[in-house]
C-alpha cells in the first residue's frame, strides 16, 4: 500500500487529490495538511512515500517545506503546479530542489480532462513510489558543486555527427539543465528536444536553461535553423520535426500526428532526426515514464545513427531509456554526470 501525504491551500484540491488517489486500491491517503508547515510536520509523523504539495501556501509556501524535505527525510515529491509562467517557473526552481515532477492545478469536475489527470496522477504516484530514490537523497545532501563544462573539441577527431535528439519527461528538467549546462560554447552540433510538458512550461523552460548554459536553447518555432551550439526545446503540446533543406536543416512545428500519446513526442522527433539526417543523427534518451522514443531510436539506428540511454542508477523513472535498452538499441548507457562527455565523444570518430 502506497502511503500519500496531501499538502495544500486549497480545501477542493485536497479533496479533490485525495478523491482520484483513493480509487486506486493500492493508494491510501494518509494525510492531508493546509500549508507547508503542517505538511512537514505530517511528514515527520506519518512517514508517507510520496507527498503532493502545493506551490503557494500561507504560513509556509511549498518551496521552504520541499527544501526541508529534501534535507531531513528526502522522497519522491510531486508538485501542484499552475499552468501558467508564474506556475511554470515555480515548479522548474522545485524540480531543481529534489522534487521528482508535478500534476496541474486546474481540476474541474466538469472539466473532459479529469479522467486524464485522474490517470496521470494515479500512474505518477505508483511509479515514483517503486523508486528508491537514492539519487534524489544524495543530490539533496550534497553540496552544490561548481559544474566543469566538458572540453571543447576532441583533439584529432573528425567530426561524423552534427544532430542531437533528446527524449526526456518525468523528472527530465534537472537532468536537461545538467547536461546543457556542461557543453561548451563551440558545441559542434545542433540539439533538438522533446520534453512531455504542458504549453505553458516549455518556454521558461528553456529560457532557463539558456541562462545557465553557454549554448543558446530557445523553444522551437517553425523556420528556426538548426545550427552548431543552439538548442531548441519542442513547444509543449506539439511536435517538432526536422526539414533538411539543400544548405540547411530547418525546425518545422506541427500538431501531427494528432493522434500521438504524447506532444510533444520523442518518437515524432527522432524518427524526423533519422529521415532528415541518417547517420549524422545522435539520439539520447533520459528518464521518463513509458517508452516515448523507443520507435524513433529504432527508425535512427536504421539509418546508421547512434543511441544512448541514461542509467537506471541515475533516473527519476528508469521507462524510457530501459525501453531503448531492453530492445538492445542502445549504444551506450551512461550514468547523468557522464552524459555531456559522452554526447560529445559520439560527436567524433
Do not use: W
Request: hydrophobic share 45%; with cysteine; aromatic share 2%.
Amino acid at each position: 500500500m502506497i502511503k500519500v501525504l496531501v499538502v495544500d491551500d486549497s480545501a477542493f484540491m485536497r479533496k479533490a487529490i485525495s478523491t482520484m488517489l483513493d480509487k486506486d486500491p493500492g493508494i491510501t491517503v494518509v494525510g492531508v495538511a493546509r500549508n507547508g508547515r503542517v505538511g512537514l510536520d505530517m511528514v515527520r509523523k506519518l512517514d508517507p512515500d510520496v507527498v503532493t504539495m502545493d506551490i503557494e501556501m500561507p504560513e509556509m509556501d511549498g518551496l521552504t517545506a520541499l527544501r526541508h524535505i529534501m534535507m531531513e527525510c528526502p522522497r519522491p515529491v510531486l508538485m501542484v503546479s499552475s499552468l501558467t509562467t508564474e506556475g511554470a517557473e515555480s515548479t522548474l526552481k522545485a524540480m531543481e530542489l529534489g522534487a521528482v515532477d508535478f500534476i496541474p492545478k486546474q481540476l474541474s469536475k466538469v472539466s473532459l480532462d479529469i479522467i486524464k489527470i485522474e490517470r496521470d496522477l494515479i500512474e505518477k504516484v505508483k511509479t515514483v513510489a517503486a523508486r528508491k530514490m537514492r539519487h534524489v537523497a544524495a543530490r539533496a545532501a550534497a553540496p552544490r558543486q561548481v559544474r566543469r563544462p566538458v572540453p571543447s573539441a576532441r583533439a584529432g577527431g573528425r567530426l561524423i555527427r552534427d544532430v542531437v535528439a533528446i527524449g526526456v519527461s518525468t523528472g527530465g528538467p534537472p537532468v536537461v539543465q545538467k547536461i546543457l549546462s556542461s557543453l561548451p560554447a563551440d558545441f559542434p552540433a545542433g540539439i533538438v528536444i522533446a520534453q512531455h510538458m504542458p504549453a505553458a512550461f516549455t518556454g521558461p523552460f528553456a529560457a532557463r536553461l539558456d541562462s545557465v548554459s553557454q549554448i543558446s536553447v530557445k523553444e522551437a518555432e517553425t523556420g528556426d535553423v538548426l545550427r552548431p551550439g543552439h538548442a531548441f526545446v519542442a513547444p509543449g503540446g506539439r511536435h517538432i520535426v526536422l526539414d533538411q533543406k539543400v544548405s540547411r536543416i530547418e525546425v518545422v512545428v506541427t500538431d501531427e500526428p494528432a493522434d500521438a500519446l504524447y506532444k510533444p513526442s520523442a518518437n515524432v522527433l527522432i524518427s524526423s532526426v533519422a529521415r532528415a539526417v541518417g547517420r549524422r543523427g545522435l539520439g539520447v534518451i533520459l528518464t521518463g515514464m513509458g517508452n516515448d522514443g523507443c520507435e524513433g531510436i529504432r527508425d535512427l539506428k536504421g539509418k546508421g545513427g547512434r543511441a544512448l540511454a541514461q542509467s537506471d542508477s541515475t533516473c527519476v523513472v528508469y521507462g524510457m531509456p530501459k525501453a531503448v535498452v531492453e530492445r538492445n538499441l542502445a549504444d551506450e548507457i551512461v550514468d547523468l554526470d557522464d552524459m555531456a562527455e559522452s554526447i560529445m565523444a559520439n560527436l567524433y570518430k
